[in-house]
């Protein structure tokens, strides 16, 4: 049974920075990207960044150049560095990492259970 687990969100000011660590319990065959949406209240749940397995990466223009993705192969982890942060980046953050024939993000990829950022004022 494959497990991701989400840490590192909480409470913070505009214009600073948190970590988000995802890392998956349980093998997973054939890994097919890994990623970050997000949802807040009221919206449906977009796209954040998303890392290719040969780390090529794409980012929502909203957080491009405020956003960074990277990934650990060895641990099957995926994290997320967010710096500059604005309130209209709160929101429940989730990662996800596809498997073969399913790419992150997908129907039938991996998700976590969300892990809660908030932006203050």
């Known amino acids: 049974q494959v497990q991701l687990v989400e840490s590192g969100g909480g409470l913070v000011q505009a214009g600073g920075s948190l970590r988000l660590s995802c890392a998956a319990s349980?093998?997973?065959?054939?890994?097919?990207?890994m990623g970050w949406y997000r949802q807040a209240p009221g919206k449906q749940r977009e796209l954040v960044a998303t890392?290719?397995?040969?780390?090529?990466?794409n980012y929502a223009d909203s957080v491009k150049g405020r956003f960074t993705i990277s990934r650990d192969n060895a641990k099957n982890a995926v994290y997320l560095r967010m710096n500059s942060l604005k309130p209209e980046d709160t929101a429940v953050y989730y990662c996800?990492?596809?498997?073969?024939?399913?790419?992150?993000?997908?129907?039938?990829?991996?998700w976590g259970q969300g892990t809660q950022v908030t932006v203050s004022s």
């Open positions: 996800t990492i596809g498997r073969y024939g399913y790419g992150p993000g997908t129907p039938g990829s991996y």
């Open positions: 349980g093998s997973i065959f054939s890994i097919n990207g």
């Open positions: 890392i290719t397995n040969s780390g090529t990466t």
